[in-house]
């Protein structure tokens, strides 16, 4: 299975450094989406990406410039995943710049989708830095790009999942707010501690 990152930003150059060397320890490609920065976020990126060919790193940084006139969330997470799909990609992890993941689960991202086909998509629970007390608070991020999977709202955006017969669609986070574990297409990943937070041990 082929994974990559997506990340949309814009105007994130004072923590953008930050949450890629966070990021890295999913050792895999990583795609920067600007959507119209007007700080150094573009040449803060470009500097990194630099950084990575100098030091023969694998999967170095990428930046693109795409968003510029998507007008709405749901319009720029359809994009990266539309991107993602036609590079060749499996599934697409899709952190934003202000989240903060455990390294435990970053590094086991390919397992999660190996051990788990059937689901389509996988929910973790993250640390929002400008809203560090609403933890715990799970979010969907790593999608099956060959499922019928498309965002929607302009703001606070949702996934939903097209059902079999190709009209009607459920808000995938429907599953876990009904109560549907079992059969849930969504795999909830569970609570790791090696993030320095005193509210990520608190239950």
């Not at 450094?17 to 976020?41: E, R």
């Not at 930046?63 to 319009?75: D, E, G, P, Q, V």
Request: with cysteine; charged share 25%; proline share 5%.
């Amino acid at each position: 299975m082929k994974l990559c990152i997506t990340m949309m930003v814009k105007d994130e150059a004072p923590r953008l450094v930050a949450s890629l060397h966070h990021l890295y320890a999913a050792d895999l490609p990583i795609m920067v989406f600007d959507n119209g920065s007007t700080d150094d976020t573009i040449s803060t990126c470009e500097v990194e990406r630099q950084i990575h060919y100098r030091e023969g790193i694998k999967n170095p940084v990428t930046i693109s410039r795409a968003l510029h006139n998507a007008t709405s969330a749901a319009t720029r997470r359809n994009h990266m995943m539309r991107w993602a799909h036609e590079q060749g990609y499996d599934y697409v992890f899709m952190p934003d710049c202000d989240e903060v993941y455990d390294n435990w689960t970053l590094s086991h991202l390919h397992d999660f989708v190996e051990k788990n086909p059937e689901k389509v998509a996988f929910a973790f629970p993250r640390v929002n830095l400008p809203f560090g007390k609403d933890y715990p608070d799970y979010q969907l991020r790593l999608l099956d790009l060959r499922q019928p999977i498309l965002w929607e709202r302009s703001i606070h955006e949702i996934a939903v999942l097209k059902r079999e017969n190709g009209t009607a669609k459920v808000n995938l986070l429907d599953y876990k707010d009904t109560g549907f574990v079992r059969t849930s297409p969504i795999l909830h990943l569970p609570r790791r501690t090696d993030i320095a937070r005193e509210w990520w041990n608190s239950s």
